[in-house]
């Protein structure tokens, strides 16, 4: 290179200077020199290396973010730009040698390039990272905010703001199908799987875009359906009674629904929404009057039903009646007559088609009939049968396997039976047996040696 050519490249890259960067103040001669020989230095003496860091590495996408670059080898003269992808940062600032401080242009979600340029030597450094971050967005308004419990599949409408098409709905901690409507409203589809039981849960809208955020929640209720009593079914109640099957129908009833019978909860056996079954107990049966039946199902929803009243009557003195007749075949047989209904029981479940049965004895419940039968190959024995159970007891603990015993009596709580036995020497005695223990006892307080002794009864 002439010198010439030198001092001409010198003088171009002197006016261009001054034309970037205007001076108010006249340059001196040895001004201008050494000004040209510094512009005359090789371009990649003015070359930016590379970023060394981005600090923060991170920003919203709307821009705005105070981010300082820190450049190895420095930060040369000259007018600066630095990019952020495609856009200009502004308020570019020199902070000592190698910093520079700029303000983030908006961007997209997600990394862009950052570079800084020099426009009067057109260098420009290797590209750093910094993300853009999406706002969180901000969920206002669900619609609908609660179902019943067992509902179908469930549309559900959601409104705020900054959502974007990579925003999902959080139904709980699971992920629903989402449709993007706009920056304001999504859609989704809630399974029936999530309605199932009732239950309260958190409704809140997160963005899948790189470093989104996660919205507050907004509850969602899977309600419970108000319980409703429109009858109840159960035999005949009187005082003393035994323990009674009740059925509750209506409607809204749920697995977790109970039944209240004067305030007491039952064991409640569901069956289907508008069914439930439960067994009412004897202590209830205390005393004259109505019972309030009533279903209560717990929340979120649910509630007390109405109340349905269930009459107790009072108790019918001698009301059943066991006997012995021979109208089937000749054969003794044992009947029940409940003489408050007018209804005769033949006690199938208790007689012998081919044998005797007869002496019965009943229970104050009506619950046990004690009775003697032949049908151990014509030999009598005592038999016990369970009303309530509609089940037979052959009472090996009491019964002898050659002798004779019958006349049985019962106690009136069905505990014990006196009965007379000739297995002693083949002289009639009486004998006691504890249905509980299954214990059996020969009463020698009462018994004589050289007598009779039998047709026992038992008090209460």
């Given amino acids: 290179m002439t010198p010439h050519t030198h001092l001409s490249r010198a003088s171009r890259i002197v006016h261009r200077a001054l034309r970037l960067a205007p001076c108010t103040l006249p340059l001196s001669p040895l001004a201008a020199l050494l000004l040209a020989q510094w512009l005359m230095l090789p371009p990649t003496a003015f070359a930016e290396s590379r970023i060394v860091s981005v600090t923060p590495e991170k920003g919203p996408t709307s821009g705005g973010t105070l981010v300082t670059l820190e450049l190895a080898g420095g930060v040369s003269l000259g007018p600066l730009e630095v990019r952020f992808g495609r856009r200009v940062a502004s308020d570019i600032k020199r902070e000592g040698l190698s910093i520079l401080q700029v303000v983030t242009p908006p961007g997209d979600p ?57 925003s999902r709905l959080y139904f709980g901690e699971v992920v629903v199908a989402t449709t993007f409507l706009s920056s304001r409203r999504i859609q989704a589809r809630v399974p029936a799987a999530l309605l199932a039981t009732a239950r309260t849960l958190e409704v809140a809208v997160a963005d899948g ?103 107790v009557a009072a108790h019918f003195p001698g009301r059943l009646v066991v006997f012995t007749s021979n109208r089937r ?103 006691l047996f504890d249905r509980l223990t299954r214990s059996l006892s020969e009463l020698t307080q009462a018994n004589d040696p050289t007598a009779d002794d039998g047709l026992a009864a038992i008090s209460n």
């Fill in 329 to 431: 075949a000749g054969r003794n047989h044992v009947y029940l007559l409940d003489r408050e209904s007018g209804k005769l029981d033949p006690l199938e479940d208790a007689n012998s088609r081919d044998a005797n049965d007869g002496y019965p004895t009943i229970s104050a419940d009506g619950r046990y009939i004690a009775f003697q039968t032949d049908r151990n190959r014509g030999q009598y024995d005592v038999y016990l049968f369970d009303r309530e159970a509609r089940a037979l007891d052959p009472l090996p603990e009491l019964n002898h396997p050659t002798a004779f015993d019958g006349f049985p009596r019962i106690s009136a709580d069905g505990r014990f039976i006196v009965f007379e036995s000739d297995r002693l020497n083949r002289k009639p005695k009486v004998f």
């Fill in 209 to 311: 875009a790189v470093g989104g955020g996660r919205s507050s929640g907004v509850s969602f209720t899977v309600a419970n359906p108000a319980p409703q009593v429109i009858g109840v079914e159960a035999p005949p109640l009187r005082v003393g009674g035994q323990a009674a099957p009740l059925t509750v129908r209506g409607g809204g009833f749920r697995q977790d629904s109970q039944i209240l019978v004067a305030d007491t909860a039952l064991e409640t056996r569901f069956r289907t929404g508008s069914e439930l079954t439960a067994t009412l107990p004897p202590q209830l049966l205390a005393g004259p009057g109505t019972l309030t039946v009533r279903v209560v199902t717990p929340g979120p929803g649910g509630g007390s039903s109405n109340s349905v009243s269930l009459p």
């Fill in 110 to 166: 997600g990394p862009a390039p950052v570079q800084v340029m020099n426009n009067l030597w057109g260098t420009i450094t290797a590209p750093a990272v910094f993300t853009y971050v999406p706002p969180a967005p901000r969920l206002t308004r669900l619609d609908p905010t609660t179902a019943p419990a067992g509902s179908e599949d469930t549309t559900l409408w959601v409104e705020g703001e900054a959502f974007s098409p990579t």
